[in-house]
């Protein structure tokens, strides 16, 4: 079993939706980040967290860490936002840097 | 633009074979991640440097080495190259060490393809 789970693997959506995207570790945590990949292959980081809630622009994520669980929310979809979106996990008491990372939710937004 | 560069963009080689690829962090960032993206992997750790020395180590095979360099730029050494390294490979970096805490800048990675 994966140590971080990511759903759905894949996700189509119309312009303007509201759109969430899970992630669920097994691991105690130090951090979790987002990060998305655009069609090019570029990877952004779009949050670390390590509890609560933060928001910039139209994403927000959130963190449950008792429920060890992630959501990335997108409200008002727009087909720019079409790209790979990546959870990935610093393993509390791992080695700084060492990420284990989910196997990405593929999200198309269709005008 | 991450401010993190990579070269070079598309590498193409054959078994066997040893290929450096290289990474400039940006402007004032010590540390330096490597990971490995493959099609069956997915995103997967490889190594980290920072200031120039090595801070943590993921699954990086022997086959594999990195430095970091003074001026701060590192190289990834792939020897011995087989099929299944075919791959893409991202550099990123971050200011301190705490990459896991720190938000990390990715660069637009190298294409390896192994023929």
């Known amino acids: 079993k994966n140590e971080v789970e990511q759903s759905p693997q894949n996700l189509t959506a119309q312009e303007g939706e509201f759109i969430t995207i899970n992630c669920s570790y097994s691991v105690g945590i130090s951090a979790l980040h987002w990060l998305q990949q655009h069609p090019g292959g570029g990877i952004v980081s779009l949050f670390m967290?390590?509890?609560g809630k933060k928001k910039h622009g139209r994403l927000i994520a959130t963190i449950n860490i008792q429920e060890k669980h992630s959501s990335l929310h997108i409200t008002a979809s727009h087909p720019r936002d079409s790209a790979v979106y990546i959870c990935?996990?610093?393993?509390?008491?791992?080695?700084?840097?060492?990420?284990?990372f989910g196997k990405g939710t593929k999200l198309s937004v269709k005008p | 633009d991450s401010g993190v560069t990579q070269t070079p963009k598309h590498l193409i080689t054959a078994t066997g074979q040893r290929v450096t690829l290289r990474c400039s962090p940006r402007?004032?960032?010590?540390?330096v991640y490597w990971y490995q993206q493959s099609l069956d992997q997915g995103l997967q750790f490889l190594i980290q440097?920072?200031?120039?020395?090595?801070?943590a180590k993921g699954n990086i095979l022997e086959r594999f080495s990195a430095q970091q360099f003074p001026d701060l730029h590192s190289e990834l050494n792939l020897s011995s190259l087989e099929l299944g390294d075919s791959a893409l490979y991202f550099c990123?970096?971050?200011?301190?060490?705490?990459?896991?805490?720190?938000?990390?800048?990715f660069g637009p990675g190298t294409r390896l393809t192994v023929l």
């Open positions: 402007s004032g960032d010590l540390s």
């Open positions: 440097y920072y200031n120039g020395e090595e801070r």
């Open positions: 967290l390590s509890s």
């Open positions: 990935a996990v610093l393993n509390y008491g791992g080695s700084q840097g060492n990420l284990i």
């Open positions: 990123a970096s971050s200011v301190g060490v705490a990459g896991g805490t720190d938000t990390q800048y």
